[in-house]
T-cell receptor, first 108, second 116 residues
Framework: AQRVTQPEKLLSVFKGAPVELKCNYS??????LFWYVQYSRQRLQLLLR??SRESIKGFTADLNKGETSFHLKKPFAQEEDSAMYYC??????????FGPGTRLSVLP | GAVVSQHPSRVICKSGTSVKIECRSL??????MFWYRQFPKQSLMLMAT?????????EQGVEKDKFLINHASLTLSTLTVTSAHPEDSSFYIC????????????FGPGTRLTVL
């Protein structure tokens, strides 16, 4: 069965500190993995996708198939990064499974 | 990415009434749309996949007769919560799959349903 876990419900860091949001998945095939972000009172929006190996707003995420992880990282957190972050797994468009989410709070 | 709208953004209704929520893909035609439900401080849960011109595919545990889905055109899917009860109060979100090489989804702003 497909499953996405995000062990931290809440993560608080100070501005300028590095941040890592953890995501682990279970899936028998080759999954597509995404990070979505939901800022306060806004819709869910795509942050980045593993397949395009991009850096968006300073965030990166590397797929580690050995550890079945897709952790989201940023070297220097900004206050505007405070939001809810969801890791998601796609079975090539057939299913889309979200993790429980991690609320990131960046303190001044 | 796709632009997705939902209407209404917020609705309050009495117990026993039915409520219709619309999801529109504004900038391209979508043969498939997805409906999610999000309880407060919880993640999104897929309810059903809406298929244009055919029946929706419901996830396990979602009542088909309770949550009626109609995908009559390539730009519109509707979710009707029939005989709503207070436990149906939730945030309902639709999404449209991306059109490119990636299989990401683009989300609507959501509809907050409160059943009194």
């Amino acid at each position: 069965a497909q499953r996405v876990t995000q062990p931290e419900k809440l993560l608080s860091v100070f501005k300028g500190a590095p941040v890592e949001l953890k995501c682990n998945y279970s899936y028998s095939g080759s999954p597509e993995l995404f990070w979505y972000v939901q800022y306060s009172r806004q819709r869910l929006q795509l942050l980045l996708r593993h397949i395009s190996r991009e850096s968006i707003k300073g965030f990166t995420a590397d797929l580690n198939k050995g550890e079945t992880s897709f952790h989201l990282k940023k070297p220097f957190a900004q206050e505007e990064d405070s939001a809810m972050y969801y890791c998601a797994l796609s079975n090539y468009g057939q299913n889309f499974v979200f993790g429980p989410g991690t609320r990131l709070s960046v303190l001044p | 990415g796709a632009v997705v709208s939902q209407h209404p953004s917020r609705v309050i209704c009495k117990s026993g009434t039915s409520v219709k929520i619309e999801c529109r893909s504004l900038d391209f035609q979508a043969t498939t749309m997805f409906w999610y439900r999000q309880f407060p401080k919880q993640s999104l849960m897929l309810m059903a996949t809406s298929n244009e011109g055919s029946k929706a595919t419901y996830e396990q545990g979602v009542e088909k007769d309770k949550f009626l889905i109609n995908h009559a055109s390539l730009t519109l899917s509707t979710l009707t919560v029939t005989s709503a009860h207070p436990e149906d109060s939730s945030f309902y979100i639709c999404s449209v799959p991306g059109q490119g090489a990636y299989n990401e989804q683009f989300f609507g702003p959501g509809t907050r349903l409160t059943v009194l």
